[in-house]
């Protein structure tokens, strides 16, 4: 059972445009979230992340919301850039006491046109 | 600081074969996991390693073992392949005890025939 989905497979913006990338869980025990960017060919990447106790994280053009109450986490991405065409994939922490498991959604391939 | 390496990074085998997968971690990090990736159903959690102990296991059958060694390398084995084990196998490194950053490796593809 997916724990952590990405409704959205891909998702096309014009360049200078917001990005709006969602993520739902189901697990009220995750503790962390984080968004990876990936490149063909290449891991994932860290993005961003937000704690458990934060609604909103931000760090340049990137910015993570979590609204916990709804089990929603979005990564807002303003203004977009033709090279933050990738896939993004949301992921979340449980601590299980010997460290942490990550759950993996799908992933979004983000297209950005010029 | 060099990445994470995983070798090899395409492989072919046929069914019923085993293989063994390698990952050299970022030097100083003491955790290894590994994640299989599939279309359509994302990275899921294989196993994950620190210390030369295994600390947590996904949903995967016992065909799917690792272990770590001293320097931190960790190596994955899959014996009796199938055909639904082709996958991209990504191994990821973190720091410490608890870290929430994972650095990921390239992956190995593998294809099962």
């Known amino acids: 059972d997916q724990q952590v989905k990405q409704n959205s497979p891909s998702l096309s913006v014009q360049e200078g445009r917001i990005s709006i990338l969602n993520c739902d869980y189901t697990n009220s025990m995750f503790d962390y979230f984080l968004w990876y960017k990936k490149y063909p060919a290449e891991g994932p990447t860290f993005l961003i992340s937000?704690?458990?106790?934060?609604d909103k994280n931000e760090d340049g053009r990137f910015t993570v919301f979590l609204n916990k109450s709804a089990k929603h986490l979005s990564l807002h991405i303003v203004p977009s850039q033709p090279g933050d065409s990738a896939v993004y994939f949301c992921?979340?922490?449980?601590?299980?006491?010997?460290?942490?498991?990550?759950?993996f959604g799908t992933g979004t391939s983000l297209t950005v046109i010029p | 600081k060099a990445g994470v390496t995983q070798t090899p990074r395409y492989l072919i085998k046929t069914r019923g074969q085993q293989v063994t997968l390698s990952c050299s971690p970022i030097s100083g990090h003491r955790s290894v996991s590994w994640y299989q990736q599939t279309p359509g159903q994302g990275l899921q959690f294989l196993f994950e390693y620190f210390s030369e102990t295994q600390r947590n296991k996904g949903n995967f059958p016992g065909r799917f073992s690792g272990r770590q060694f001293s320097n931190s390398r960790s190596e994955m084995n899959v014996s009796t392949l199938e055909l639904g084990d082709s996958a991209l196998y990504l191994c990821?490194?973190?720091?410490?005890?608890?870290?929430?950053?994972?650095?990921f490796g390239p992956g190995t593809r593998l294809t099962v025939t």
């Open positions: 937000i704690s458990s106790i934060k």
């Open positions: 990821a490194s973190s720091s410490g005890q608890v870290s929430y950053e994972q650095y």
């Open positions: 992921a979340a922490s449980e601590f299980l006491g010997t460290g942490n498991q990550f759950y």
